[in-house]
């Protein structure tokens, strides 16, 4: 059983930073690609970002430049850094674990219980 913990959600004035941590259990974190998801009151869960095992990262278009995906297989953690905040980042922030074929990310079914994040002045 996996277990996936968010942390770092708040309230942040536009164009603020904040960042997002996703402590994983088990012993076999290193191996698995990671995903940070984000979903919007009234939309669908979307994929922000991922890394794969290997440490390759992709971003969704409207965050590029702007978060950065990051991981620390001795810690199990995952990280998103968000910079330029925009109230359209506005969202609970999921991580997941997965795996990465083909330089897609597809997720697996272990879920994290989101962090709030709110960009507003």
């Known amino acids: 059983q996996v277990q996936l913990v968010e942390s770092g959600g708040g309230l942040v004035q536009p164009g603020g930073s904040l960042r997002l941590s996703c402590a994983a259990s088990g012993s076999a974190f290193s191996i698995y690609s990671m995903g940070w998801y984000r979903q919007a009151p009234g939309k669908q869960r979307d994929l922000v970002a991922s890394v794969s095992a290997g440490g390759n990262t992709n971003y969704a278009d409207s965050v590029k430049g702007r978060f950065t995906i990051s991981r620390d297989n001795a810690k199990n953690t995952v990280y998103l850094q968000m910079n330029s905040l925009k109230a359209e980042d506005t969202a609970v922030y999921y991580c997941?674990?997965?795996?990465?074929?083909?330089?897609?990310?597809?997720?697996?079914?272990?879920w994290g219980q989101g962090t709030q994040v709110t960009v507003s002045s």
């Open positions: 997941n674990r997965g795996r990465t074929r083909g330089g897609r990310y597809y997720p697996d079914s272990y």
